[in-house]
Nanobody
């Protein structure tokens, strides 16, 4: 049984930093790891993704501020977030899939990731 368990969420002031962690169990291989986020009334959006070859994808609004990384030995994916803004407030979900990170052209995060964590809340106050 695949489990993705996130941690590291919390409340910070604008300009602050947080690091999210996601520990995976029960999954031997994933072609793509990443992070989505969702706020009430809005669709989930893919924030940062990392392919098996370490190539990354970021939505424009977080480029230069967020960094996704992976520790294969620990089966853990991280999302380092700097210069946080109130609009980054959301529930952040860890995702994994044996297929590609993106679909279509121009490439966009696939909406049907196979595995999802339970989510961790990030709140940024102004």
């Amino acid at each position: 049984q695949v489990q993705l368990v996130e941690s590291g969420g919390g409340s910070v002031q604008a300009g602050g930093s947080l690091r999210l962690s996601c520990v995976a169990s029960g999954v031997s291989y994933s072609s793509c790891w990443g992070w989505f986020r969702q706020t009430p009334g809005k669709e989930r959006e893919g924030v940062a993704l990392m392919k098996y070859d370490s190539r990354t994808y970021y939505i424009d609004s977080v480029k230069g501020r967020f960094t996704i990384s992976r520790d294969n030995a620990k089966n853990t994916v991280y999302l380092q977030m700097h210069s946080l803004k109130p609009e980054d407030t959301a529930v952040y979900y860890c995702v994994a899939d044996p297929r590609s990170c993106t679909v279509g052209y121009p490439p966009r995060p696939r909406p049907d990731f196979a595995y999802w964590g339970q989510g961790t809340q990030v709140t940024v106050s102004s």
